[in-house]
T-cell receptor, first 112, second 114 residues
């Protein structure tokens, strides 16, 4: 079992719709959870982080964390073609130095 | 301020040659990470440096790979006797190691082994 799992996609949504990206993790003691966005040919950049169960909103983005289910998601409201990218879930484990493990990413395509 | 820089941006080499990839982290960032990303794949962790602590080398795929970080700043990733399967983008990231531990990525080095 991979430590951090994501559906590779592509996930296609029409412009203006809500895109829902999901991630599961195996280490129950994981502490911190991150969503990075990576445009084709570019480096990853942080969108959001979340520590606590529940929702965290930042503009059109909402991160949701459910530690009991070991599940973290990213919702993108009013999706725009410029949101088309690969979204990487990253999880900081409970080890000595909190190593961050990345998922393989979900490719999102927003159709105009 | 300046971000993470990497050099070279592109490197084409012949199979069997050694290559060195360089990373300059953001000033003051104590943590430095190397990742490898093959075409269409996720980030593969290679090695992690934190301050003066022993590096976590658990991700290095073989003993042909090594890395060092001098003076807690610049890092060099060395690949000896390169193979075609080493072709990938090598990404470096740095962080402050404070919560949230946001990693800032460099632009990467695209390595092509012919």
């Amino acid at each position: 079992q991979k430590e951090v799992e994501q559906n590779s996609g592509p996930l296609s949504v029409p412009e203006g719709a809500i895109a829902s990206l999901n991630c599961t993790y195996s280490d129950r003691g994981s502490q911190s959870f991150f969503w990075y966005r990576q445009y084709s040919g570019k480096s990853p950049e942080l969108i959001m982080f979340i520590y606590s169960n529940g929702d965290k909103e930042d503009g059109r983005f909402t991160a949701q964390l459910n530690k009991a289910s070991q599940y973290v998601s990213l919702l993108i409201r009013d999706s725009q073609p410029s949101d088309s990218a690969t979204y990487l879930c990253a999880v900081s484990n409970s080890g000595g130095y909190q190593k961050v493990t990345f998922g393989t990413g979900t490719k999102l395509q927003v159709i105009p | 301020g300046a971000g993470v820089s990497q050099s070279p941006s592109n490197k084409v080499t012949e199979k069997g040659k050694d290559v060195e990839l360089r990373c300059d982290p953001i000033s003051g960032h104590t943590a430095l990470y190397w990742y490898r990303q093959s075409l269409g794949q996720g980030l593969e962790f290679l090695i992690y440096f934190q301050g003066n602590s022993a590096p976590d080398k658990s991700g290095l795929p073989s003993d042909r790979f090594s890395a060092e970080r001098t003076g807690g700043s610049v890092s060099t990733l060395t690949i000896q006797r390169t193979q075609q399967e080493d072709s990938a983008v090598y990404l470096c990231a740095s962080s402050l190691r404070r919560e949230p531990d946001t990693q800032y990525f460099g632009p990467g080095t695209r390595l092509t082994v012919l």
